[in-house]
T-cell receptor, first 116, second 109 residues
Framework: NAGVMQNPRHLVRRRGQEARLRCSPM?????VYWYRQLPEEGLKFMVY????????ESGMPKERFSAEFPKEGPSILRIQQVVRGDSAAYFCASSGPGQVSETEAFFGQGTRLTVV | DAKTTQPNSMESNEEEPVHLPCNHSTISGTDYIHWYRQLPSQGPEYVIH???SNVNNRMASLAIAEDRKSSTLILHRATLRDAAVYYCIPGAGSYQLTFGKGTKLSVIP
């Protein structure tokens, strides 16, 4: 049973380009979450999705960032027109069916985005 | 979100027990207490969670104070692979986890 798969593991983008980060949740998991970890800081929640629905995007920056979890395929975190301040590790997590208050989140290995 | 206080760092000798404390005096009555850890260059890993009663699993034990204002994560025999940053996270669920600075655990061979 594969864990949460994120790709790519490392991504380098020039300022102004687009970054697309992919996340495949664990098999059977219907809840997906994205977190960002800036250098020397703790992880910060960004967005919570279920299939074809954004449940909570209160942690997403208002501009340039978007996320989706289509009916088929992985969840995508998209960052348009990247800036140096977007350089960070982006982690995806998933959890299974049941109350989110009673289930644990399983994290992927992360995508380390470097903007040059 | 409940505010948490954890020691910045702790050390343990290999194969000895480790008690990692956490104060969460403003926790609400319905918040579970989650513990995660993050090894260097990896994503966080779930360790354990509980509401009121003490909990045990294959990784650790969680002791929760009767007033729920503090908890202690217990690793019964620390190994080198347990060296990580440990986060105590009171919260309503597996999402919107608020990761503070945590406790950096060093294990001495």
């Amino acid at each position: 049973n594969a864990g949460v798969m994120q790709n790519p593991r490392h991504l380098v983008r020039r300022r102004g380009q687009e970054a697309r980060l992919r996340c495949s949740p664990m098999k059977g998991h219907s809840h997906v979450y994205w977190y960002r970890q800036l250098p020397e800081e703790g992880l910060k929640f960004m967005v919570y999705l279920q299939k074809e629905n954004i449940i909570d995007e209160s942690g997403m920056p208002k501009e340039r960032f978007s996320a989706e979890f289509p009916k088929e395929g992985p969840s995508i975190l998209r960052i348009q027109q990247v800036v140096r301040g977007d350089s960070a590790a982006y982690f995806c997590a998933s959890s299974g069916p049941g109350q989110v208050s009673e289930t644990e989140a399983f994290f992927g290995q992360g995508t380390r985005l470097t903007v040059v | 979100d409940a505010k948490t206080t954890q020691p910045n760092s702790m050390e343990s000798n290999e194969e000895e027990p480790v008690h990692l404390p956490c104060n969460h005096s403003t926790i609400s009555g319905t918040d579970y207490i989650h513990w995660y850890r993050q090894l260097p260059s990896q994503g966080p890993e779930y360790v354990i969670h509980g509401l009121t009663s003490n909990v045990n699993n294959r990784m650790a034990s969680l002791a929760i104070a009767e007033d729920r204002k503090s908890s202690t994560l217990i690793l019964h025999r620390a190994t080198l692979r347990d060296a990580a940053v440990y986060y105590c996270i009171p919260g309503a669920g597996s999402y919107q986890l608020t990761f503070g600075k945590g406790t950096k655990l060093s294990v001495i061979p």
